[in-house]
């Protein structure tokens, strides 16, 4: 079973999935090709927010917010110290929570990205070693980042964002 099979079997599908979506456009904005996991899992849960908590950017918003985190980086950010896309060599900002809690993926080379994220509530930096499915999976089965994130349902829901 497939890493992305895994997250889809603990989260569900989301009705109205944009499986499949055209991420030209958002890789032409933010001027880099993303990461076969990001297209899977924005493909699955994109634009979306999981459980009242963690909203994954997707086809449909990912390359706004992008731009909107990365002025904030650059007018002084007093934690998110490192670019964002689209500045050159900036990380994919990819998600957020309904606490404020910004998510990023930092490139570590060739094809391998890892999750960050500015904890607003703790006013920090969070880094760990795991790709974005992985990560999430640990996530929603509590195997990860247990201190700030909620103690989640036995069934998960889904908003479409709008």
Do not use: N
């Amino acid at each position: 079973m497939s890493s992305l099979e895994q997250l889809r079997e603990v989260l569900g599908v989301p009705p109205g999935a944009v499986c499949g979506s055209d991420f030209g456009a958002v890789e032409a904005s933010l001027g880099v090709g993303l990461p076969p996991d990001v297209k899977g899992v924005c493909s699955l849960y994109g634009d979306t927010l999981i459980s009242d908590f963690i909203f994954v950017l997707g086809p449909k918003f990912i390359a706004e917010k992008s731009l909107w985190v990365s002025e904030l980086v650059r007018e002084g950010h007093p934690v998110i110290a490192k670019a964002v896309l689209p500045d050159a060599g900036g990380m994919l900002h990819w998600g957020h929570s309904v606490d404020g809690d910004k998510f990023f993926l930092e490139h570590r080379g060739g094809s391998h990205w890892t999750v960050s994220a500015f904890r607003r509530d703790w006013a920090d930096w969070y880094e760990s070693d795991e790709t974005l499915i992985d990560w999430l999976i640990g996530v929603f089965t509590g195997r990860v980042a247990q201190e700030w994130m909620p103690e989640w349902p036995a069934a998960h829901w889904f908003e479409a964002g709008r």
